[in-house]
C-alpha cells in the first residue's frame, strides 16, 4: 500500500469545488493541479500549450476542425500519435500527466477525468462537489458581478461542457454518485465542513485498505 495520497475532484459550476480543492491541498501541504496541468501536460508531450487551452474539459466532435488544429501541433512524432485527432492527444497527453503525478508525489486534482485516469490506483479518493442551484447561482453572480440570468447560463453551459467531456472521454457519467468515492453537497456542508468530511473518509479508505 502507497503512503502517497491523491484526492481528484469533479465538481459542478459553482459548487466551489475549485476552492476546496485548493484549500484541501493547501492543508495537507501538498500540490493542487488544476490549469498547472496543462502546462506539464505540454511540456511532456511537446504540443502547444495555447492547443491545451483551447481543448480544455472540451471535446470536439468536428474532425475537419481536429486536423485543421493538428497542423499547429508541435512534436508527439511518434507513429502511433500521427494520425489521431488533435484532441484525443491532448487528453492523452493529460492523461499520461495525470498518472505521473499520482505515481510520484501525493497531490489534490482538479478535473480532467482525473478519476477514470487513476481508476487502477489504489491510493486514490475520487470526489464530486455539488451544490443547490440557488446558492451556485449567488456565488457566480458574486465571483463575476453579473445578473441572475447570465450566472445561470453560464453554469449550464460550462456544466454541459465538462459532462460532455467527462462522457466522451471515460466510461462513467459526470455526478452520477458511481462514478465517484464520495459526492458532497457544499451548500450542506460549507467549504471547511467538505474539507473534513474528504480528510476524513480518505482516512477511513485508508485503514480499510490495509486490513482487505
Given at each position: 500500500?502507497?503512503?502517497?495520497?491523491i484526492?481528484?475532484?469533479?465538481?459542478?459550476?459553482?459548487?466551489?469545488?475549485?476552492?476546496?480543492?485548493?484549500?484541501?491541498?493547501?492543508?495537507?501541504?501538498?500540490?493542487?493541479?488544476?490549469?498547472?496541468?496543462?502546462?506539464?501536460?505540454?511540456?511532456?508531450?511537446?504540443?502547444?500549450r495555447?492547443?491545451?487551452?483551447?481543448?480544455?474539459?472540451?471535446?470536439?466532435?468536428?474532425?475537419?476542425?481536429?486536423?485543421?488544429?493538428?497542423?499547429?501541433?508541435?512534436?508527439?512524432?511518434n507513429?502511433?500519435?500521427?494520425?489521431?485527432?488533435?484532441?484525443?492527444?491532448?487528453?492523452?497527453?493529460?492523461?499520461?500527466?495525470?498518472?505521473?503525478?499520482?505515481?510520484?508525489?501525493?497531490?489534490?486534482?482538479?478535473?480532467?477525468?482525473?478519476?477514470?485516469?487513476?481508476?487502477?490506483?489504489?491510493?486514490?479518493?475520487?470526489?464530486?462537489?455539488?451544490?443547490?442551484?440557488?446558492?451556485?447561482?449567488?456565488?457566480?453572480?458574486?465571483?463575476?458581478?453579473?445578473?441572475?440570468?447570465?450566472?445561470?447560463?453560464v453554469?449550464?453551459?460550462?456544466?454541459?461542457?465538462?459532462?460532455?467531456?467527462?462522457?466522451?472521454?471515460?466510461?462513467?457519467?459526470?455526478?452520477?454518485?458511481?462514478?465517484?468515492?464520495?459526492?458532497?453537497?457544499?451548500?450542506?456542508?460549507?467549504?471547511?465542513?467538505?474539507?473534513?468530511?474528504?480528510?476524513?473518509?480518505?482516512?477511513?479508505?485508508?485503514?480499510?485498505?490495509?486490513?482487505?
Amino acid at each position: 500500500m502507497s503512503d502517497k495520497l491523491i484526492i481528484t475532484i469533479g465538481r459542478e459550476c459553482g459548487s466551489g469545488g475549485r476552492h476546496i480543492g485548493q484549500k484541501l491541498a493547501e492543508e495537507m501541504g501538498v500540490k493542487c493541479y488544476d490549469k498547472e496541468l496543462l502546462t506539464l501536460a505540454a511540456k511532456k508531450s511537446g504540443l502547444c500549450r495555447e492547443l491545451f487551452e483551447t481543448h480544455d474539459e472540451k471535446p470536439t466532435s468536428s474532425f475537419l476542425y481536429s486536423l485543421v488544429m493538428d497542423t499547429y501541433s508541435l512534436g508527439y512524432t511518434n507513429s502511433a500519435y500521427m494520425d489521431m485527432p488533435i484532441n484525443h492527444k491532448i487528453f492523452l497527453a493529460q492523461f499520461d500527466t495525470i498518472k505521473q503525478l499520482a505515481s510520484e508525489e501525493s497531490c489534490v486534482i482538479i478535473g480532467r477525468c482525473a478519476d477514470y485516469a487513476l481508476a487502477e490506483f489504489p491510493n486514490v479518493v475520487s470526489v464530486f462537489i455539488t451544490a443547490d442551484e440557488d446558492v451556485k447561482i449567488r456565488t457566480l453572480m458574486e465571483r463575476h458581478q453579473i445578473s441572475e440570468a447570465q450566472a445561470r447560463d453560464v453554469m449550464i453551459k460550462t456544466d454541459k461542457k465538462r459532462a460532455s467531456y467527462y462522457n466522451y472521454y471515460s466510461s462513467k457519467r459526470w455526478g452520477d454518485s458511481k462514478s465517484y468515492d464520495l459526492c458532497i453537497n457544499s451548500s450542506k456542508t460549507g467549504a471547511d465542513g467538505a474539507i473534513k468530511v474528504i480528510r476524513e473518509f480518505a482516512r477511513i479508505k485508508q485503514e480499510y485498505a490495509k486490513i482487505k
